[in-house]
């Protein structure tokens, strides 16, 4: 599943609905009554008066039902990602049980979009808010991402029961991989369409997109990605009032800054892309790591993507990248909101930590994805109608298109990245080093099958050849994985098919 930031079009599209209080059919139904204005009037209900904050066919469900409805018809049904899982909600609530009126449904999905997390569930949440008040929407929220948690908690400890030590496991895994980098691709194409057009003119808007652009390029010189971020939503919102040098010169600073920095210190180490708050995968670090992360997750999990990555792959290294790829690929295949691929993060963080013990892998698993969904679950329970005051406050709106803006820039780089790591990847070539695997290279020679060589190649050759074969393919099956997630990008499982046919396909590639 492409989990892709969908916009109001998306969520529009295939379905057709009525606003509660229309007078197309009612009118027409009323008969003789509708000739005489006062008899109309006491027998003929009014129309809504404000249908963006009426209640009156919001049902009172119990706390138990509340969180039976939104674990059973959404949670457990969240394929597809989240175009697919916020239409659901849209068909379930809005237009079958006619909670609320499509424009307010509307307007709703309109201000949960600059909202950190996943929208589906913060839709949740609201709904559950209506219900039930604050408690209401802890509990649809809790309803809807349960089956998802609980699913990668299963297969966080399958994924370590097997591990390194199956062949056949990790052949599927290794040509899942690229079908993961070209996901992420396509996912910072659609997430480029939300955000770079106007929302009022739909045109582009081009500062937006030199705002990612020279994202990516700080990235690739190694700046930290919040002073990016930090930065370009300020110039964003001096470029919205027209301060064209202020503009300019917070643009030029920060290359000034970035020469003064290398003329006395050198270039920046990958490690300078982090802020250093998991370097050991403790569980306070973990729900350190969760929380920055999900602070970072306008529009879903893509943005808060790189800086789990920074911090567990690059800085901690206590996750390997084909690793780090493999529980991306995981989320994909629930039914979930991608951002619960921390669950597979936290789970293997506090299995490293506990030496082994499942016991802190669970406890690293729960405290992680916390984290990552405490902003979101804050941010929505304290209420939309405050929300909606944020939103419109002058300054914020232009700073956060600058830092969703930015963020592209950053995506694009971790997919490129990502899609080095899927093709150049030596997980079947090198033998672990580490004793966590318990791994011997006789079995490890075995299982990449390095008896089918020809004898008289020496072993480095025998890599080599071996390397250049697998990347080879891996290479094929990224750009038929692209050519498929844009052919049927309107197919809700296109992802997920993807997904079961490269580990089928695995078998017979990679062994």
């Not at 659609?190 to 106007?198: G, N, S, V």
Request: with cysteine; charged share 10%.
């Amino acid at each position: 599943m492409s989990s892709t930031t969908p916009g109001p079009q998306d969520i529009e599209t295939g379905f057709e609905g009525k606003e509660i209080g229309s007078s197309g059919s009612e009118t027409a139904n009323r008969g003789p009554l509708s000739a005489s204005p006062s008899r109309s009037i006491e027998k003929a209900p009014s129309p809504i008066s404000d249908e963006f904050s009426d209640n009156s066919r919001v049902p009172h469900l119990p706390l138990i039902s509340l969180f039976w409805k939104f674990f059973y018809q959404f949670g457990c049904f969240a394929w597809g990602g989240p175009v697919a899982q916020i239409a659901l909600i849209k068909e379930i609530l809005v237009e079958k049980e006619q909670w609320i009126t499509i424009a307010r449904f509307q307007r709703v999905f309109g201000v949960y979009q600059i909202v950190p997390g996943p929208e589906a569930a913060e839709l949740c949440m609201y709904f559950g808010c209506l219900s039930r008040g604050r408690v209401g929407g802890l509990v649809a929220g809790l309803g809807f991402v349960m089956p998802g948690f609980l699913l990668m908690i299963l297969a966080s400890w399958a994924y370590e029961l097997v591990g390194f030590r199956n062949a056949q496991f990790n052949a599927s895994f290794r040509a899942i991989q690229p079908i993961v980098a070209a996901m992420i691709l396509k996912a910072v194409h659609k997430l480029a369409e939300h955000t770079f057009p106007d929302p009022v003119t739909k045109r582009v808007n081009y500062w937006l997109v030199a705002a990612a652009i020279f994202t990516a390029i700080n990235t690739a010189l190694h700046i930290n990605i919040f002073i990016s971020l930090f930065l370009y939503g300020l110039i964003n919102v001096f470029i919205s009032r027209r301060l064209w040098i202020p503009a300019g010169l917070l643009f030029a600073a920060q290359y000034i800054t970035f020469g003064i920095y290398c003329h006395f210190r050198g270039l920046p180490s990958p490690l300078s892309l982090a802020l250093g708050i998991a370097k050991v995968p403790d569980l306070p670090h973990l729900f350190l790591l969760g929380i920055v992360a999900g602070s970072l997750s306008f529009g879903g999990a893509y943005t808060a993507i790189p800086f789990v990555q920074v911090e567990a792959v690059i800085l901690g290294a206590w996750i390997p990248q084909s690793v780090f790829i493999d529980c991306i690929a995981i989320g994909n295949l629930l039914p979930a909101p991608l951002v619960i691929f921390i669950t597979f993060i936290g789970y293997q963080g506090g299995l490293i930590w506990g030496e082994g013990q499942v016991g802190y892998a669970l406890a690293g698993a729960v405290v992680a994805t916390v984290g990552m969904l405490f902003p979101c679950f804050v941010f929505t329970i304290m209420g939309h109608d405050v929300l909606e005051r944020i939103v419109r406050y002058h300054l914020l709106t232009p700073f956060l298109d600058g830092l969703v803006g930015s963020v592209i820039g950053i995506i694009a780089i971790v997919a490129m990245q990502i899609l080095q790591g899927a093709i150049v990847n030596t997980r079947s070539l090198n033998p672990p080093t580490t004793t966590k695997y318990n791994i011997t290279t006789e079995v490890w020679e075995n299982n990449v099958t390095l008896h089918q060589l020809p004898k008289p190649i020496n072993h480095e050759q025998s890599l080599a050849i071996l390397g250049a074969a697998q990347s080879a393919i891996s290479a094929v099956l990224y750009f038929l994985a692209l050519i498929a997630l844009y052919r049927f990008a309107s197919n809700k499982y296109a992802s997920i098919l993807l997904v079961i046919c490269a580990a089928v396909a695995g078998q017979f590639l990679f062994l």
